[in-house]
């Protein structure tokens, strides 16, 4: 009976460790930080601006400026500041790196990617 209780106890720990969240796993918040305070370049010809996304919450895709804010589900309401026009774009990949994302007023299968290396 004691060797049930042990095996037990020991396939239940194992099984609580396996679902434990990995430590070197990023939070959405590092996730989120990747975009700030660095030019994004078009790289798929799409002929888009560079966008840069400031960590104090403005942006700059030329030649609109405005203020950005995070939204439920990675998506990023902009705020034109010269006729306060409000955009979403969804973001699809945030790597260090590389950036693409679904401008919400455009067909579902158009994504605009950006890299931080200018082309």
Same mark, same amino acid.
């Given at each position: 009976?004691? $060797? =049930?209780? +042990?095996?037990?106890?020991?396939?239940?720990?194992?099984?609580?460790?396996?679902?434990? =969240?990995? @430590?070197?796993?990023?939070?959405?918040? *590092?996730?989120? /930080?990747?975009?700030?305070? =660095?030019?994004?370049?078009?790289? @798929?010809?799409?002929?888009? #601006?560079?966008?840069?996304?400031?960590? @104090?919450? +403005?942006?700059?895709?030329?030649?609109? +400026?405005?203020?950005?804010?995070?939204?439920? $589900?990675?998506?990023?309401?902009?705020?034109?500041? $010269? $006729?306060?026009?409000?955009?979403?774009?969804?973001?699809? /990949?945030?790597? @260090?790196?590389?950036? *693409?994302?679904? #401008?919400?007023?455009?067909? *579902?299968?158009?994504?605009?990617?950006?890299?931080?290396? =200018?082309?």
């Amino acid at each position: 009976m004691l $060797n =049930k209780i +042990t095996s037990l106890l020991i396939l239940f720990i194992l099984i609580a460790s396996s679902c434990k =969240k990995s @430590d070197d796993t990023p939070s959405i918040h *590092e996730i989120h /930080k990747r975009l700030y305070d =660095k030019t994004w370049y078009s790289v @798929d010809n799409n002929m888009q #601006p560079n966008h840069y996304f400031s960590s @104090d919450g +403005t942006f700059i895709i030329s030649p609109n +400026t405005g203020n950005w804010q995070w939204r439920p $589900n990675d998506t990023l309401l902009l705020i034109h500041t $010269n $006729n306060s026009l409000k955009t979403r774009i969804w973001i699809t /990949k945030l790597e @260090d790196d590389r950036l *693409e994302y679904w #401008p919400v007023w455009e067909p *579902e299968d158009i994504r605009y990617i950006f890299s931080t290396t =200018k082309p």
